[in-house]
């Protein structure tokens, strides 16, 4: 169990007055200190639905222990490297803000974008001062923890996704706007509650009502993939705890859905325990919403993203194993960065697995990155069918 220092007072996160301590620690701004390693990185408290949670400050989830719940990999071993700084700045104060590369407005009948949160972004063109919509999913699953895996764990939930995102949207915004008054994460769907569900829903989504003379807001819309179905006018999307709220594509929209998101699907059901996220830019139309820009990622049964047939092999492999996902963000899938970090191993391990396809002159240059890395490397060579094996714990068992 994690244990803190205010001043000279210890206390541990099981500690009965948890959140009194916090309640006064958060009133009198003061900075808790994680004593998992001797560098006793500082912490902020923040208050999220009404509790309060002790949080690394940010830029410092390296400098605690692997073995800690606030422990974060480098940036420079994602994505994340790419766009910190810069599509991404935290404050002191633990207050994020996201520079995007799409609209959340728009002007009458524009034409929706190509969902190009799925395609390739070229590494040397990849806008590292805005997030693209699929790299404004990866941020949300990162700073929501989601991208970590511990066996003590034994399971994660819907509730849990929705809990951690939406806590993550109290301390995100653009310079516009809060993201808690755009983002949509559905709630768990009670069929008890329903009347009450969608009257809170309802009332939510009043803040994305169109207005006479002003652009018309846009939201974002966090949620699991159930079914696509045909309409009179392109097709209907339903999102898991969501069936009494439609969303819609047009026909345009929906061939593109089909081209770019069918094999995710396919992979989705050939597995048989995973999850297709989704992420779209929506405007409200009465009682339905119309989709106008949309990104997915496919997710095991543990909600550890993975993209492709070798991730998914490496996350499978993992289940029982304590490590941390790294998401691309803007960047393409044959970025030289970490595709995960072993953290049971004693000192962090990053695991490296090029992609099928990838040119011999790119997996060299993976692996001089890797190899000057701070971490020692794994690899699984691109033209390798079987998975070497993979690092063994710290005292040989999970």
């Not at 390296?62 to 422990?71: E, I, K, L, V």
């Not at 941020?139 to 034994?154: F, S």
């Not at 699991?224 to 819609?248: N, T, V």
């Not at 492709?308 to 960047?331: C, I, W």
Request: aromatic content about 10%; hydrophobic content about 40%.
């Amino acid at each position: 169990m994690s244990s803190y220092r205010i001043s000279d007072f210890e206390f541990s996160a099981d500690a009965p007055n948890f959140q009194t301590i916090l309640e006064r620690a958060h009133s009198q701004k003061l900075r808790p200190s994680c004593l998992c390693c001797p560098a006793h990185p500082k912490m902020y408290v923040a208050l999220i639905g009404g509790e309060y949670y002790l949080k690394r400050m940010p830029g410092t989830g390296h400098a605690h222990d692997p073995g800690c719940a606030s422990f974060d990999p480098p940036p420079e071993l994602s994505g994340l490297g790419h766009v910190a700084g810069a599509a991404i700045v935290t404050d002191d104060a633990g207050d994020t803000t996201l520079r995007l590369d799409f609209s959340l407005s728009m002007r009458g009948g524009r034409r929706v974008r190509a969902p190009g949160g799925d395609t390739e972004a070229s590494s040397a063109v990849a806008n590292p001062r805005k997030l693209s919509l699929l790299g404004t999913l990866h941020y949300l699953w990162d700073a929501a923890g989601l991208t970590k895996w511990r066996p003590q764990w034994q399971r994660r939930n819907w509730w849990i996704i929705h809990r951690e995102l939406t806590g993550v949207a109290q301390n995100t915004g653009t310079k516009a706007q809060p993201f808690a008054s755009v983002l949509m994460v559905p709630p768990v769907y009670n069929h008890e509650r329903r009347d009450e569900l969608a009257l809170e829903r309802r009332s939510w989504l009043r803040g994305l009502a169109p207005q006479r003379g002003k652009p018309v807001p846009l939201g974002i819309v966090v949620a699991e993939f159930k079914s696509i179905e045909p309409s009179q006018y392109g097709r209907k999307l339903k999102m898991k705890h969501l069936p009494d709220f439609a969303f819609f594509m047009d026909d345009d929209l929906a061939a593109r859905f089909d081209r770019l998101f069918a094999d995710k699907i396919h992979a989705i059901e050939a597995a048989g325990d995973g999850h297709l996220i989704l992420i779209a830019t929506f405007s409200i139309r009465n009682n339905y919403a119309e989709i106008r820009e949309i990104a997915s990622m496919t997710v095991n049964e543990h909600w550890i993203p993975f993209d492709g047939d070798r991730e998914h092999q490496l996350v499978e492999a993992l289940k029982d194993r304590a490590y941390a996902k790294s998401l691309k963000y803007n960047l393409q899938s044959s970025a030289p960065v970490a595709n995960a970090l072993l953290l049971d191993t004693g000192a962090p391990i990053a695991l490296y697995v090029p992609p099928d396809g990838l040119s011999a002159d790119d997996e060299e240059t993976l692996h001089d990155i890797a190899e000057d890395g701070v971490y020692q490397p794994w690899f699984w060579p691109a033209d390798e069918i079987e998975m070497p094996a993979l690092p063994a714990p710290a005292g040989g068992g999970h």
